[in-house]
């Protein structure tokens, strides 16, 4: 079974600055994707960013880009020039492609302070 | 393009009582996802469907079913409501194993 350890339960950043959310994870398969979601209040989960594990390349969307290391099992998450509208839950997350399941991490709490 | 929507957005039913989440997912989508998400227990796989057929199941006792209907909504039911069954739960569909698009989420509060 995969586990997703996201091991800041809390963040706060000030607006303009740099952060770095942290993910690692656990597997055995070789194939998969990792991915990182957006929780504001509103509920709604937003994908925010994708990496496919056969792709060295780290993935990036404007402001946010990942550190992929698959030898190690960590992805991790930077936001640039953070905005107050990023103030949210991050998730981390794992998805088996046989199964199409994503296993969560318990997510990181971000604040960004004006 | 409309987002995937769910209905109701908040729910409430007695405890023994069997409740029903719907799902309608993106237009051209045929894979729909349901997840759990409990205060203290995190984001949870519930189901997958698609065309028609359960794909996969999480680890969650037989109350919990569903079924995905010709339009690819989907339903969520849960028999014999139990206290700890209160939780946000998300639906999502996709096209492919890329990744998801969410709802918004039904708020289930069991007393």
């Known amino acids: 079974a995969q586990t997703v350890t996201q091991s800041q339960p809390e963040m706060s950043v000030q607006e303009a600055e740099t952060v770095t959310l942290s993910c690692t994870y656990d597997?055995?398969?070789?194939?998969?994707?990792l991915f990182w979601y957006k929780q504001p209040p509103s509920r709604q989960m937003i994908l925010v960013i994708r990496?496919?594990?056969?792709?060295?390349q780290n993935a990036t969307e404007n402001r946010f880009s990942v550190n992929f290391q698959k030898a190690a099992k960590s992805f991790s998450l930077k936001i640039s020039d953070s905005q107050l509208g990023d103030t949210a839950m991050y998730f981390c997350?794992?998805?088996?492609?046989?199964?199409?399941?994503?296993?969560f991490g318990s997510g990181t709490r971000l604040q960004v302070q004006p | 393009e409309a987002g995937v929507t769910q209905s109701p957005t908040h729910l409430i039913k007695t405890r023994g009582q069997q409740a029903t989440l719907r799902c309608s997912p993106i237009?051209?989508?045929?894979?729909v996802y349901w997840y759990q998400q409990a205060l203290g227990l995190g984001l949870q796989f519930l189901l997958w469907?698609?065309?028609?057929?359960?794909?996969n199941r999480g680890n969650f006792p037989p109350r919990f079913s569903g079924r995905q209907f010709p339009n690819y909504s989907s339903e969520l039911n849960v028999n014999a409501l139990e206290l700890e069954d209160s939780a946000l739960y998300l639906c999502?569909?996709?096209?492919?194993?890329?990744?998801?698009?969410f709802g918004s989420g039904t708020r289930l509060t069991v007393v």
């Open positions: 999502a569909s996709s096209w492919d194993r890329t990744g998801y698009t």
């Open positions: 597997t055995s398969e070789n194939n998969y994707y």
């Open positions: 990496q496919e594990a056969y792709k060295q």
């Open positions: 997350a794992f998805m088996d492609t046989g199964r199409r399941a994503l296993t």
């Open positions: 237009s051209g989508h045929t894979s």
């Open positions: 469907y698609d065309e028609g057929e359960e794909r």
